[in-house]
Each structure stands twice: as structure tokens, then as C-alpha cells.
């Protein structure tokens, strides 16, 4: 028993002398770290000190400082940020849906500003910016060098002012400029019409208008197709949409979900993941769903469309999105600025990150470039058929009804028709919804 006791004594007291060679070189790392840090301090104190000092003009203290923090959240990533008490408030305006501008969403790629999409209706989409165009200068001042903010800064403006920004895009051989009219931007974040038996839902943006709005517009569009029975198929049109509240992105989810995980958000510390989940209830009553995303579908967009997609709630048609796949925090400050700090990542339902990789479609249908018709094309189009023909023959083998029922047939094609010469993604999708609509009629 003495041994025993022995025993047990001499392996505790190992089990302390390791502890000890253990914990002494983690507390060393540690202590040496900490001085580190401060002597990094003391640098950055030395170096503040002699530009107030020694630069050849006089400095203000406070943008110094605040370029110092920018600088350090800037180098983390493109979406971290510092914002002075004027950012920070146009941000919560933006949220709410108004505020002024040239009507873009726009990210750093290789030191230039990279448009992720125009928003619908401003004068950045008048204008034709397109989303994946560089911004290489601002009336005529190049933007290499700077950081976001101040690169958006300097396209910032009085309402009815010009800007001349010059581009850069893909397929064309030189950057090119194009002149801008600065406006109040009024954001709609949903617009709904209907397109023969389909109801189209185009979102182009997520605040604080969004679910309101959607929820709105389909029951608006069903009641005037006579009832959601008559309605063949939704479109989700998130084609350009930049994102926005992760909230929003939740409901408008959950809004076509009857359960299961709709996206989940991982940190530094697993401990401080979220999971967030669909509740009963389907707003478009089980009817088939399309989403419609491009290049420009960012963020809160990407995180609807992977999750309909991994429910296979939705089949998603158009080209890979942009591939945001991190949740920012925004995080108030003394003096009314805040912070935007990268916190997690976010996951579609199946586990996949987004990130820098994007929502790839169920079916890949790319949005032709429009190229103006020829004359001789316009000829061929208004070519005469026999009832044109002086004398002809009437079909006295219809009724007027069956004449009426077959002209408004013919006008439905031409008009589908001309959807796929003006928008072929949104007429592909509403094909895919025509074709399952007569499958199930023959069930």
C-alpha cells in the first residue's frame, strides 16, 4: 500500500515538474509576445510624432489616426472598413433604401475598383456600367493606390453634378469613359410583373424594404392572374443584386421553405456559429421556382440561392455569382463612427463556403451581347406572307372565335419572341417553368 501511495505520490509530482517545463515556455512565448506588441506601439507612436512634427505641411491629428485604423482594417480583407461619422450614417440611410449617387455597388480587385453590380433604374445602369467593369479613374484622376473609401469618395458628389469615370472591360480592347449625372437614389427593392402565367420577382437589393415588398408584389401579381392557382411558376430575378442584410436573405428564404437549415455562419471560435432555420409555410404555395443570378448576385443574394438550391426548392439558371461568401459586423465607435469587421463565414445548407468561389447555376445560360440588327435582318423580319398578297383567299374554315383564339396564340409567341431578343436569361427561365407546368397538367 506504502508503495502504492508511493507511487501515486511520485506521479503527481511529475505531473506537476511537467506542467511546469510546460506552461514556463508558453508563458515566456506569451510575455514576449505581449512586449512585442507594445514595442509596435511605441513604433507607431514614434513614427505619428515625427509627421506631426517633421511633414512639410501641417497635418490634422485626427485624419491621421483615422487613416492609420482604415489602413489596418483595409489590409485584412476588401470588406473590412473604417467608418468616419459621414460614412457610417450614409450606410444606414443606404440600408433604408435612399440615398445619393452614381447607383453602384463596387469592391478592390488588383488595386482598382471593381464593379459588382449597377443598381436598376440609376444612373450607373442608364449608362451602361456592367457588373464585373474596373474603374480605373475619376474624371481623369486614377484610383490605383487607393483604398475603397476613398476611392468612393471621390465619385461622391452633389446631386446633378457630372462625373466622368473611365472603364475598363472585358471584350474591349482600351478603357473607355462615360459620363455620369449624379442622382438621389431611390431604391425599389422589389419589382413584380407578370409575363404570360409566370409571376416575376425581380429583387435588387436586400434592406429593410425587401420581404415587404416581395410578399406584396406576388400577391398583387397572383390575385391579377385570377389566383394563385393560375400562376404557372415564379421567377426570383437576383441577377445584379449586391446583397445586403443578412436578415432580409433569411426571410426571403424562408418565405418559399417549408424547414430545414436555410445558412449557417462560422467564426474564429466555433462556439460563436449560428444556425438559421426555415419555419412551415410556403408564400408561393408549392408552385415551381426559378432564380436567375449573374455575376453581379452577391452576397445576401448568393445566400438565397444556395439555399433553394440545396433544398431543390429552386433550379438556379444564368452564369456563377460573385462568390461573397463573409458575413460583416458593423460595429458603432466613439463619436458616432463605426467599424465593418469580417466576423464569420457563411454556409448554404449542404455545407459548401461561397466564398471567392460562388453559387454555380443548375443550368449555365449566358445573357448574349445585344448587336443592332441589320437592315437586311429588319427586311427578312417583315417578310410578306399570303395574306398580304392582293386577291388572296380567305380561311372561311374558322370560326371567328377559333381566328381571335389563334391571332392571341401568335401574339403570345411574338411577345416571347421578343423577351428572348431582349432579355434571354429571363425567357429561358420562364421556359423552364412552362415546360414544368405542362408536365404536372398531364398528371
Known amino acids: ?35 512585442n506588441v507594445y514595442e509596435q506601439l511605441d513604433l507607431f507612436g514614434d513614427i505619428f510624432e515625427r509627421i506631426r512634427a517633421q511633414y512639410v505641411e501641417d497635418v490634422d491629428e485626427g485624419d491621421l489616426i483615422e487613416a492609420a485604423i482604415n489602413g489596418m482594417l ?21 440600408t433604408r433604401g435612399e440615398f445619393g449617387g452614381l447607383g453602384i455597388e463596387v469592391t478592390q480587385e488588383d488595386g482598382f475598383v471593381k464593379v459588382v453590380s449597377p443598381i436598376d433604374g440609376t444612373p450607373a445602369d442608364a449608362a451602361g456600367i456592367e457588373a464585373g467593369d474596373f474603374i480605373t479613374h475619376v474624371d481623369g484622376e486614377s484610383v490605383l493606390g487607393l483604398t475603397l473609401d476613398q476611392a468612393v469618395e471621390m465619385m461622391r458628389g452633389p446631386v446633378g453634378s457630372e462625373i466622368v469615370i ?21 431604391l ?5 410583373r407578370t409575363q404570360g402565367n409566370t409571376v416575376v420577382l425581380r429583387v435588387t437589393t436586400f434592406n429593410d424594404q425587401t420581404m415587404v415588398n416581395l410578399e406584396a408584389g406576388l400577391k398583387k401579381q ?25 436578415t432580409q436573405a433569411i ?31 410556403d408564400l408561393a404555395d408549392g408552385k415551381p421556382l426559378v432564380v436567375l443570378i449573374n455575376g453581379g448576385s452577391a452576397s445576401a443574394s448568393e445566400i438565397v440561392a444556395g439555399a433553394l438550391q440545396d433544398h431543390r426548392r429552386a433550379i438556379v439558371v444564368g452564369t456563377k455569382s460573385f462568390g461573397k461568401g463573409s458575413v460583416q459586423t458593423v460595429m458603432p465607435l466613439r463619436g458616432n463612427a463605426a467599424m465593418r469587421l469580417t466576423t464569420a463565414r457563411y454556409y448554404t445548407p449542404s455545407g459548401r463556403s461561397i466564398q471567392a468561389l460562388g453559387v454555380s447555376p443548375d443550368i449555365v445560360v449566358a445573357q448574349p451581347r445585344r448587336v443592332p440588327a441589320t437592315e437586311e435582318e429588319e427586311e427578312k423580319r417583315k417578310m410578306r406572307t399570303e395574306a398580304d398578297l ?23 409567341t411574338e411577345e416571347a419572341a421578343k423577351l428572348r431578343e431582349d432579355d434571354y436569361q429571363l425567357a429561358y427561365a420562364i421556359d423552364i417553368l412552362k415546360g414544368l407546368s405542362a408536365l404536372g397538367s398531364k398528371e
Open 1 to 35: 500500500m506504502k508503495k502504492f501511495v508511493a507511487a501515486a505520490l511520485t506521479g503527481t509530482l511529475a505531473g506537476v515538474l511537467m506542467a511546469t517545463q510546460v506552461a514556463g515556455p508558453l508563458l515566456a512565448q506569451e510575455s514576449a509576445r505581449t512586449t
Open 74 to 94: 483595409t489590409s485584412l480583407d476588401p470588406h473590412s472598413s473604417y467608418l468616419s461619422p459621414d460614412d457610417a450614417e450614409d450606410m444606414r440611410v443606404q
Open 166 to 186: 473611365t472603364v475598363g472591360r472585358e471584350g474591349e480592347p482600351e478603357p473607355f469613359d462615360v459620363s455620369i449625372i449624379r442622382d438621389t437614389i431611390k
Open 188 to 192: 425599389t427593392a422589389v419589382r413584380s
Open 222 to 246: 397572383a390575385e391579377e392572374l385570377g389566383g394563385m392557382d393560375n400562376v404557372n411558376g415564379i421567377v426570383l430575378d437576383l441577377r445584379n443584386n449586391p446583397g445586403g442584410l443578412l
Open 251 to 281: 426571410r426571403v428564404s424562408d418565405a418559399f421553405l417549408e424547414k430545414g437549415e436555410i445558412v449557417s455562419t462560422r467564426g474564429r471560435d466555433p462556439e460563436d456559429g449560428d444556425r438559421y432555420n426555415a419555419t412551415p409555410g
Open 390 to 412: 392582293r386577291g388572296s383567299l380567305d380561311n372561311d374554315s374558322l370560326t371567328e372565335d377559333e381566328i381571335r383564339q389563334i391571332e392571341e396564340d401568335r401574339a403570345k
